[in-house]
């Protein structure tokens, strides 16, 4: 069972990213004040929830939270400066982003950058621990893959709509017959090395 809250008397919002380790595509990232006494059997880490089982959630998590938000930074800007930046400024966006301010955010990872005065405590593996940043979790993946799944329409020759933008063996073979898109993180090493 997950944990309702890292401190009763906070109003936390739990914050987790999806898209860090792919080839393409923007990073995204959520944040979510849950009710201090939210339950699901099946929340959880939206890596340990089928397709079905997150977006199930997501419908539950957006009709009971207190406050919700999901923002996304570019490829390009992955590029232009880095991947965990990036996803810390995606999470600072949601953050931003939300209706009801919170007093405490629960990050998921060992990572961050504080936002503007709020506190903020780092949880590895947090999205399994902590119920709001497995509902954050499943958000960030729901919104990503969503995103995903409209770019695959442009360029399916990269299968995005089962890998996401991940460098599953699909992806790879079809950037070494195609070669790289306007989508792509050029800053990733994901070309062949050259012989």
Partial sequence: MLLPF?????KEAGCDEAGRGCFAGPVFAAAVILPKKFQHSTLNDSKQLNE???NEMRKIIEKEAISFAV???SH???DNTNILKASIK???????HLKTTPEFLLIDGNRFTPYKNISHQCIIKGDAIFSS???ASIL????RDEYMLRLHEEFPHYHWNANKGY???KHRNAIKEFGICKYHRISFRILPEQS
Avoid: F, P
């Avoid at 995606?90 to 931003?96: Q, T």
């Avoid at 960030?140 to 919104?143: C, E, F, N, P, V």
């Fill in 76 to 78: 390009k800007e992955i």
């Fill in 71 to 73: 923002a996304h930074v």
């Fill in 90 to 96: 995606a999470i600072h966006l949601a953050v931003s």
């Fill in 140 to 143: 960030a993946k729901t919104y």
């Fill in 52 to 54: 079905k089982q997150r």
């Fill in 6 to 10: 890292y401190k009763k008397e906070w």
């Fill in 133 to 135: 940043i497995a509902a």
């Fill in 167 to 169: 460098g599953t063996v």
